[in-house]
């Protein structure tokens, strides 16, 4: 049976010729690269796609306060490529939800036995094969990275109205994603939605210095969720937490790549980064593990 993944996935495109990791950034940006942050990157990067055998990969590090990039090191991707955001997604989808009083933080979520049937379409917990997660609360949807948790909380907000979520969406930045679409096309892998790298690390970037269009309150949750994210050791990107700097952020997977986007330190950021590792040909997928280590190497090597 083919697993869905919950949240709006985008088709990869690979563009870039280049074979070495190097730094790939707009024109306008090279002024404001900092080369000792882009040392960090490249060797952070470049060391994780020779453990890992992958066909590619990226790292950007972005300034907070004024959203200028600082460091962007690949291979075989620029930051203006579209990605598989993967569950990087469920924050923004979380954070409509939140905002439209749909749902609270501490709302209890049946998740049941991580597998969900709606009109055709079958979405999966990674726990599936295990009983599931069972009845979880919002914020533990974000922490566990549940796909039939967010699935849920759509539908119990926008089935039977999906242009507001749409709208809820378009608030927060992606102005390209379509409305007028059944509910089922933003549940379910093949949306068509392309998002360029660089504008999912603006996203969080957003979360970070406080700009995200969203209430206080929903900022604060969505704040907490991510620390959680990490922190927390049930969380998808504990391999992530660090003993010198405390990272926020959100994990991503799928099943030819890892994601991690977050921000440090966590309760007064400095620098957002996006992670990732594209067709790793050793070890599972895991976007703690395979970008998630990455960024907290970048993180603690930036705070020393």
Known sequence: MKIYFLTFLVLLCVSCKDKKVSTVQAEQNVSTIDTTFQKIAENALNNQLEVLNADAGIAIVMDVETGTIKAVANKNLSENDTIETASLFKVPCMIVALDDSIVSPNDKIDTGDGILNYKGVTIKDITSDKGGYGKITAEQVIMFSSNVGTAKIILQGYENNPNKFIDGLHNLGFVDIPKDRPITDYLSLGSGIKIPAIEMLQFY?????????????????????????VNNNTGTGYPAKSDIIKIAGKTGGLKNTALFCGYFPADSPKYSCIVIIDNPKNGNISGGVMAGTVLKEIAENISQ
């Open 205 to 229: 970037n957003s979360i970070a210095n406080g700009t995200v269009k969203c209430s206080p309150t929903t900022l604060e949750a969505i704040k907490k969720m991510l620390v959680n994210v």
